[in-house]
Nanobody
Framework: QVPLVESGGGVVQAGGSLRLSCAAS????????MGWFRQAPGKEREFVAAISKIGGNTKYADSAKGRFTIARDNAKNTVYLQMNSLKPEDTAVYYC????????????????????WGQGTQVTVSS
């Protein structure tokens, strides 16, 4: 079990930036690949970005490429999602998730591979 707590959400105008953080408890953070997902009202939860256990590999949804950056600091047990050039369609609840699947460099966009989830943080982008 790894409790995850997201923070950093809020309301921002289109074109603005936000940085989400996800803090994990425990001393096994580096054992988990980390991902960010989001869910807009009436829609399925979708993949945004992921990073491997030791941070060497990343993966992004097409909607996030070039605008979002995922990073992790294993010393601080924290994963970040820097979001730039935000659009109204980025409005959603953002969740971080942890996965034990695969090797140290494995990174997945599949929801089913993530066992632990945070409570989510709301991001609202106004036009």
């Amino acid at each position: 079990q790894v409790p995850l707590v997201e923070s950093g959400g809020g309301v921002v105008q289109a074109g603005g930036s936000l940085r989400l953080s996800c803090a994990a408890s425990g001393r096994t953070f580096r054992s988990y690949a980390m991902g960010w997902f989001r869910q807009a009202p009436g829609k399925e939860r979708e993949f945004v970005a992921a990073i491997s256990k030791i941070g060497g590999n990343t993966k992004y949804a097409d909607s996030a490429k070039g605008r979002f950056t995922i990073a992790r600091d294993n010393a601080k047990n924290t994963v970040y999602l820097q979001m730039n050039s935000l659009k109204p369609e980025d409005t959603a609840v953002y969740y971080c998730a942890a996965s034990t699947a695969g090797s140290d460099y494995y990174v997945s966009d599949g929801r089913h591979e993530y066992s632990y989830w945070g409570q989510g943080t709301q991001v609202t982008v106004s036009s």
